[in-house]
């Protein structure tokens, strides 16, 4: 099949008429498909099953009684745990609830509200502004948009942020206070930051001396292709340039028990985790340990937490398999869209033609299938370009996937055609 581009008027208007009837063949289906959000599926939910139906102890190594008050950072074991799947000290960690995003959105609260680095609040200060390298995570920007602050897109690059962009702009203006980062299999687009580029993250000189990196390592863990991704350790890098007090770490086990019940962390320099701490003792008088102690008995160590991973991922992978082998066929030559190839994470990232987005997610909406909204990988839901879309294939069975991708599919067509008509 030649490229869309190529095609007389004519041809295409007899392909808009057979989409077109494709799609109120759809409609007609009344189907109610999801490919929304990044959940994992039951059967990657049901491998951590053993975790709630086996008898856990409630001593703590260090014999504390995880039943009762106290450890408000959480247990050394835990800490230990996440400490080796990441390359950091136990002691430069915190442990919290199964939401790692409520940390972050507690770490952007204490800059707001007390500030970083001896410096004033942010909220006394002028007006604030963020770095949202794009496309990215909506619910970074949501944190950002809920407590006023500018967001400033930043292009993506094959290996990270585009960092002349970003040394410019940080280095130049004391109001932006700090960059999102999700450095391993980023949201949507799966791609891996490279040395240079967290190397140029440790070596900028912002004029702000509050500026902080939101270093979001959502899925450390989640490659189900190849190996795991290699990172350069930001906090080694940073020790050498002198600015350890820069990056924020996050990181949980939501993807990898459960959603609902797992363990998130946050790590910081000393100086950060003390105030980061400062701010968990107002906040409780003890976390949930039993759960904590209950991932450590399951886990065991790193080891246990990367075998349990290679299990999901011989789940996950026929998913993505799926979803690019039928884009692959039924579009890979046609001219009108490209999408990434990850290896790691939860998402594909689908770029159509230029304008032609949310006519997409329209049509999939009118046929019951329901997608990531066009937009919602840029700062204030405004891709500029109406081009980008998050493609989310895990949770569906792959009955319900390959109904959605091909529904998917006729959409994109549809939308393209119409465009290359006008």
Known sequence: MSAYVSKSKAELQSLYEQRLSSHRGFIAAGKKLDMSRGKPSKAQLDLSQGMLTRECPHIARDGLDCRNYGQMDGLPEMKELFGALLNIPGSQIVISGNSSLQMMFDCIALGMTHGYSGCEPWMKQDKIKFLCPVPGYDRHFTIIEYFGAEMIPVRLNGDGPDMD????????????????????????????????????????????????????????????????????????????????????????????????GAVSMAAASPRNIEAIKKRIFSQTIGPDKLNQLRHVNFFKDAQGVLAHMKKQAQIVRPHFDLVLNTLDARLGDKGIGRWSRPEGGYFISFYALEGCAKRIAALCLETGLVITPAGATYPYGKDPYDSNIRIAPTFPSLEELAAAVDTFINAVELASIEKLLK
């Not at 949201?187 to 440790?202: C, I, K, M, Q």
């Not at 906090?235 to 459960?258: H, I, N, Q």
């Open 165 to 260: 962009t970003v040394r410019r702009l940080a280095e130049s203006d004391a109001q932006i206070k700090g960059i999102w980062c999700v450095p391993r299999y980023s949201n949507p687009d799966g791609l891996v930051y490279s040395d240079e580029v967290v190397r140029a993250f440790a070596a900028l000189k912002p004029a702000a001396p509050d500026f902080r990196i939101m270093w979001d390592d959502a899925y450390f863990v989640h490659n189900f292709k190849g190996e795991r991704a290699g990172l350069l350790n930001i906090f080694d890098a940073c020790r050498e340039t002198g600015s350890e007090d820069m990056p924020l770490m996050f990181a949980s086990f939501s993807k990898v028990s459960f959603p609902g």
